[in-house]
């Protein structure tokens, strides 16, 4: 008996679609949900492909998770522009301090902040995600630092000054901004906060918190 022709399978085709907008999709759904709570068929809804194209072009949820982070926070290189850009270090960090604000407020993305809620409790599984957000959060504070230090040595600010401290002082303002958005602050209660904080800066002029959120 002759065997019927079987024709040879296909090759799987190529992703058709576009990784940014994906990316982004689910950088969104992570922002709004959380890691761990954001499930895989979460996530194809919002992204609009079928679990295996998930697998097949970010490795697994964990991967995914890692490339939206990353995708959120930018690159230090970028930062450290952006604060070199302003006149003295209180200036750069009081002007990311009040963009955060206004980022963690947005009228078209979540409330609060991608690395301060996404991961912050969970169980052992994610542990090795929260050592990444972690460490992009450490790669911040010494983006800050450097710009607090070099102010330091140009003498604009007193040698005494404890860059590390201010550094962290305005990595811990803006995890506290994140938690006031998520319970529902609006913006100027959280511009109000920044411009608080920075009075704890040497020189820093205290009536520089009555000034009206902008």
């Not at 963690?104 to 990444?132: I, M, N, Q, Y």
């Not at 040595?153 to 962290?168: I, Y």
């Not at 002082?169 to 006031?180: D, F, M, N, R």
Request: hydrophobic fraction near 45%; aromatic fraction near 4%; proline fraction near 5%.
């Amino acid at each position: 008996m002759e065997m019927a022709h079987i024709p040879p399978r296909r090759k799987g085709r190529p992703a058709s679609f576009d990784r940014d907008a994906v990316l982004e999709k689910a950088m969104l759904a992570f922002w709004a949900s959380g890691y761990e709570t954001t499930s895989i068929s979460d996530l194809t809804g919002a992204m609009g492909i079928s679990a295996p194209s998930l697998y097949a072009a970010f490795g697994d949820k964990k991967g995914l998770f890692l490339e939206a982070m990353h995708r959120y926070a930018g690159d230090p290189s970028d930062l450290a522009a952006s604060l070199d850009e302003a006149p003295t270090a209180r200036e750069a960090v009081a002007g990311m301090l009040e963009e955060s604000a206004a980022l963690f407020t947005g009228e078209t993305t979540p409330r609060g902040c991608l690395l301060a809620s996404a991961a912050a409790t969970g169980t052992k599984d994610a542990a090795d995600v929260r050592a990444a957000m972690a460490q992009v959060r450490g790669a911040i504070r010494a983006v800050v630092a450097m710009r607090i230090e070099r102010d330091v040595e140009d003498g604009l600010l007193p040698a005494e000054t404890n860059a590390g401290a201010l550094a962290d002082l305005a990595v811990a303002v803006i995890q506290g901004l994140s938690v006031l958005a998520r319970d529902g602050a609006e913006r100027g209660t959280l511009i109000a906060v920044a411009r608080a904080s920075m009075t704890g800066w040497p020189g820093a002029c205290a009536g520089a918190v009555e000034r009206h959120p902008g």
